[in-house]
């Protein structure tokens, strides 16, 4: 992140107002928004390596600013991945907005793992999704000093871990990639290189839940598991906490087929996968149905698909009432 802190760049999503202190930050902002629009018949096909490319060109040094009523969310404005929401037509991972919505009202604690610059983190702070806690866990330094700013005047508290969420605890791993979206603790990870970025300590969500004083049978939590390849391991140490009120949204980030903590969350854990469809959620009765939707996808573009899994009674329940008032059943 700049030093200074220079937002010269501001762009307001609702009202589409840009505004820039020089017109090469203009010029930036208009080329990244029609690269953008033009790909969209393509599924935003190579998107982050064009805005790469543009970036590595033109060198911003200052910040963005993202406006969105009371949300403001900042990143540098040579960002190859955040760039996207000058693009006020698009909309980040719509599925997830959809849920935190639809149950806006009900108590819950957010969990969001794989924080990365605090999106949906910094959303929650604000009050979008209603009076929540939230617990934010990033591995990045670099993505952790973005986190942190764009959490700040937060309304509602948002405790912050510098950890990489693992099977266990208190390992100092290293934390691999080039590119922040991609970071992973697994240097197998297709996002992932052998370059180092940090080390970083481990802890597993049980141990999570344990610091932050959550009682994972009385509180409901919404856990957002995105951690770039290690949601398996991930997983097996939530033990506790799956038993419990949760409900997860789980990235199946994988290209061809179902990931194994997907595979491992219904076949070993007995947990229940629903698909997010727009503003419904439906059950899924067999993983061949998740199999299909990936086929349908590009094996070139690497679009993850959240899934929600939950073995909670509370959120079953809460799930397939939600889900007969939107069919009008009644």
């Given at each position: 992140?700049?030093?200074q802190?220079?937002e010269d760049?501001?762009?307001?999503?609702?009202?589409?107002?840009?505004?820039?202190?020089?017109?090469?930050?203009?010029?930036?902002?208009?080329?990244?928004?029609?690269?953008?629009?033009?790909?969209?018949p393509?599924?935003y096909?190579g998107?982050?390596?064009?805005?790469?490319?543009?970036?590595?060109?033109?060198?911003p040094q200052?910040?963005?600013?993202?406006?969105?009523?009371s949300w403001?969310?900042?990143?540098p404005?040579?960002?190859?991945?955040w760039?996207?929401?000058l693009d006020?037509g698009?909309?980040?991972?719509p599925?997830?907005?959809?849920?935190l919505?639809?149950?806006?009202?009900?108590p819950f604690?957010?969990?969001?793992?794989?924080?990365?610059?605090g999106?949906?983190?910094?959303?929650?702070?604000?009050?979008?999704y209603?009076?929540h806690?939230?617990v934010?866990?990033?591995?990045?330094?670099?993505?952790l000093?973005i986190?942190?700013?764009n959490?700040?005047g937060?309304?509602?508290?948002v405790?912050?871990?510098?950890?990489?969420?693992?099977?266990?605890?208190?390992?100092?791993?290293?934390?691999?990639?080039?590119r922040?979206?991609?970071?992973s603790i697994?240097?197998?990870w297709?996002?992932?290189?052998?370059?180092?970025?940090?080390?970083?300590?481990?802890?597993?969500?049980?141990?999570?839940?344990?610091?932050?004083?959550?009682?994972?049978v009385?509180?409901?939590?919404?856990?957002?598991?995105?951690?770039?390849g290690?949601?398996?391991?991930?997983?097996?140490?939530?033990?506790?906490?799956?038993?419990g009120q949760s409900?997860?949204?789980?990235?199946?980030?994988?290209?061809?087929?179902?990931?194994?903590?997907?595979?491992?969350?219904?076949?070993?854990?007995?947990?229940?996968?629903?698909?997010?469809?727009?503003?419904k959620i439906?059950?899924?009765?067999?993983?061949d149905?998740?199999?299909?939707?990936?086929?349908?996808?590009?094996?070139?573009?690497?679009?993850?698909?959240?899934?929600?899994?939950?073995?909670s009674n509370?959120w079953?329940?809460?799930?397939?009432?939600?889900?007969?008032?939107?069919?009008?059943v009644?």
């Amino acid at each position: 992140m700049n030093e200074q802190n220079r937002e010269d760049i501001v762009f307001n999503r609702l009202t589409r107002t840009l505004t820039v202190t020089d017109m090469r930050s203009a010029a930036q902002v208009r080329i990244l928004q029609l690269t953008h629009r033009a790909l969209a018949p393509l599924g935003y096909l190579g998107i982050s390596r064009v805005h790469g490319a543009i970036n590595a060109i033109l060198r911003p040094q200052s910040d963005t600013m993202i406006v969105e009523g009371s949300w403001k969310f900042r990143y540098p404005s040579n960002d190859y991945y955040w760039n996207r929401l000058l693009d006020a037509g698009w909309h980040y991972e719509p599925e997830i907005d959809s849920v935190l919505r639809k149950f806006a009202n009900l108590p819950f604690v957010f969990i969001d793992l794989g924080a990365n610059f605090g999106f949906w983190s910094s959303r929650m702070a604000i009050g979008l999704y209603g009076q929540h806690n939230t617990v934010a866990v990033e591995a990045s330094n670099h993505c952790l000093r973005i986190l942190q700013r764009n959490i700040e005047g937060a309304r509602w508290p948002v405790r912050v871990y510098h950890r990489a969420i693992d099977e266990v605890s208190a390992r100092r791993l290293n934390l691999f990639g080039t590119r922040h979206a991609g970071l992973s603790i697994d240097e197998s990870w297709y996002g992932a290189s052998s370059t180092m970025a940090n080390i970083v300590e481990t802890i597993s969500i049980d141990d999570l839940f344990a610091n932050e004083g959550i009682d994972s049978v009385a509180t409901p939590t919404i856990i957002k598991l995105d951690v770039e390849g290690v949601e398996l391991r991930a997983l097996k140490g939530a033990k506790n906490t799956i038993a419990g009120q949760s409900l997860w949204l789980i990235e199946d980030a994988e290209k061809r087929t179902v990931s194994q903590a997907v595979r491992h969350a219904v076949d070993d854990l007995g947990m229940t996968l629903h698909l997010i469809e727009s503003d419904k959620i439906r059950r899924v009765e067999s993983l061949d149905e998740v199999y299909e939707l990936k086929r349908r996808q590009t094996a070139i573009q690497a679009t993850g698909l959240n899934l929600i899994a939950t073995s909670s009674n509370y959120w079953l329940e809460t799930i397939r009432g939600s889900s007969a008032e939107s069919e009008g059943v009644g």
